[in-house]
């Protein structure tokens, strides 16, 4: 049995920021495969744009990079515009990717429908289990219940005997299996937020409440940007959720903000409830470090309900889900005042970041992969949107701990369709979408780390645009006036 996926998120979070103190996300250069050429004359004129898009496109791979002594000129792959770029860095060379799916296909239209793939899902898969949804809510429960106990138990067993340093390892172990465990309470409340724990909004709304503020979640916050997201899944332009910069904000985009945005990835969660956005930002600002996820704070966060996050109608709920996160931290402040801060911290702070980890690494592998596709919304639908995602395989345990997030390209396209009934249905689409299901091959820690380095920015203009990244180890010398 697979279990590796067990200890992902705090080892990937220090050795994240280990490696990137190391230059190991800087992207190391391959060996390019592209046919290259160079240009004497660097004025574009359009006579040269002419014998450019007269070109086979078969002579170029998906996305072509020509590096010119301090200017980078770079083939969209949807209509073979050149675009002269100002850069001081090449682009990573293109890599083969047995997940793409070729551009005109993808740009044109799709050779299945919406309701083709539904179609292709029995009926019954897209129907509640109440008893079975309730099961795996009191099983996670019971589970937090009996980790609390036993960690507090074992901890006061070896505070007596020739082992106690044995506890400098048993928190961390309870801090990776209770943070796995309230993740898992997360996805139980996720389901709720689908509306797929079951068919009546009351239950869902009373188990969401109750899973996501043992968190410090707020449900009703949380669901209405979850439910954007869901709407607006691989467009440039509404997406809100790990939303790729372009490559001129990439550019103005200063160091500090990029070690956040690409080195911290586990521990951002925080910080999109208090609302920082997972979105850059679209307008030329003053400030080079100016995006969304900074400067829009205010008028975002998940805890007010005045902001313009929610609707007048929704801000009622925003207030109870808010109040309720209030009374779970109430509650651990006053246990702190009894027991006292360290064994609070112990038993529920760190499995805390613990889950946050999961949660925004998870969510990161789901839509950051140099294979998934990013559209401009006047070429986006529904469809299109909803298969710009990957699946990813967290490990037989650890899938069926987490309730099978991971199986999340049929989650798209389908959100009512409860967390046991997932893998089935990606069964039935698979025939019908063909090519266009992606699922990944690599370990958890391999496809985060890789992404990582290779998944910066996607290019400034086209219809339909790839991850792409600097090659960081070879410099282009500037030009000399």
């Known amino acids: 049995m697979n279990t590796t996926g067990f200890v ?21 250069p391959g060996p390019m495969k592209a046919h290259a050429e160079t240009w004497k ?47 001081e860095r090449t682009l990573s060379p293109p890599r083969p990717q047995s997940n793409r799916v070729a551009t005109e296909e ?22 509640p289990n109440l008893a079975l949804s309730m099961f795996y809510c009191v099983r996670d429960f019971i589970f937090a219940g009996a980790l609390c106990f036993a960690v507090n138990y074992a901890d006061q067993l070896l505070a007596a005997s020739p082992f106690s340093w044995l506890r400098l390892l048993l928190w961390p172990a309870y801090g990776l299996a209770q943070g796995t465990i309230m993740w898992a309470l997360f996805v139980v409340g996720h389901d709720c937020g689908h509306g797929s724990f079951s068919r009546s909004k009351t239950i869902n709304n009373i188990i969401g409440h109750l899973t996501h503020a043992a968190i ?15 709407s607006n899944t691989g467009n440039l332009d509404t997406d809100e959720s790990w939303v790729p910069h372009n490559q001129a904000q990439y550019d103005r985009t200063d160091s500090l903000a990029k070690f956040f945005r690409y080195n911290l990835i586990p521990f951002l969660w925080p910080l999109y409830l208090l609302g920082a956005r997972g979105k850059p930002d679209v307008e030329t600002t003053d400030s080079p470090s100016e995006t969304n996820a900074v400067s829009a704070w205010a008028k975002n966060t998940h805890f007010h309900p005045e902001m313009e996050l929610f609707k007048p109608h929704e801000r009622l709920g925003v207030a109870i889900s ?12 006053y246990a702190g005042s009894i027991f006292g801060a360290v064994p609070v911290l112990l038993n529920y702070f760190l499995p805390w970041v613990v889950f946050g ?9 789901h839509h950051t992969d140099d294979s998934v596709p990013w559209y401009e919304d006047k070429e986006w639908d529904k469809l ?74 996607v290019p400034n203009v086209g219809k339909l645009r790839y991850y792409t990244s600097y090659d960081k180890s070879e410099k282009v010398e500037q030009d000399q006036p």
Not at 20 to 26: L, N
Not at 68 to 74: E, K, L, Y
Not at 220 to 230: A, E, K, T, V
């Open 384 to 457: 299109k949107g909803g298969l710009c995602t990957i699946d990813r395989d967290y490990g037989t345990f650890i899938n069926h701990i987490h309730h099978d997030i991971g199986t999340h390209v049929v989650h798209h396209l389908f959100y009512t369709i409860p967390h046991y009934n997932l893998n089935a249905a990606t069964a039935a689409i698979k025939p019908v979408i063909g090519q266009h299901y992606r699922k990944s091959d690599k370990s958890i820690l391999q496809g985060y780390l890789e992404s990582v380095k290779n998944c910066r920015f």
């Open 322 to 333: 808010s109040l309720s996160c209030a009374a779970v931290l109430g509650s651990l402040v």
């Open 216 to 230: 410090l979640v707020p449900f009703h916050s949380w669901r209405i940007s979850h439910r954007h997201h869901h």
């Open 106 to 127: 993808l740009l044109s239209k799709l050779p299945f429908t919406f309701n083709d793939v539904r179609d292709s899902i029995p009926a019954k898969l897209f129907e």
């Open 41 to 87: 004359d660097r004025t574009f004129n359009a006579a040269t744009r002419t014998i450019l898009k007269r070109i086979p496109s078969s002579t170029f791979l998906a996305r072509h990079e020509v590096p010119r002594r301090g200017r980078t000129f770079v083939r969209q792959r949807d209509n073979f515009e050149v675009n002269a770029i100002a850069s």
């Open 8 to 28: 992902m998120p705090v080892g990937v979070a220090s050795g994240q920021v280990l490696l990137s103190f190391a230059g190991r996300f800087s992207g190391q």
């Open 357 to 365: 980890a999961w949660l925004s690494i998870v969510t990161y592998l």
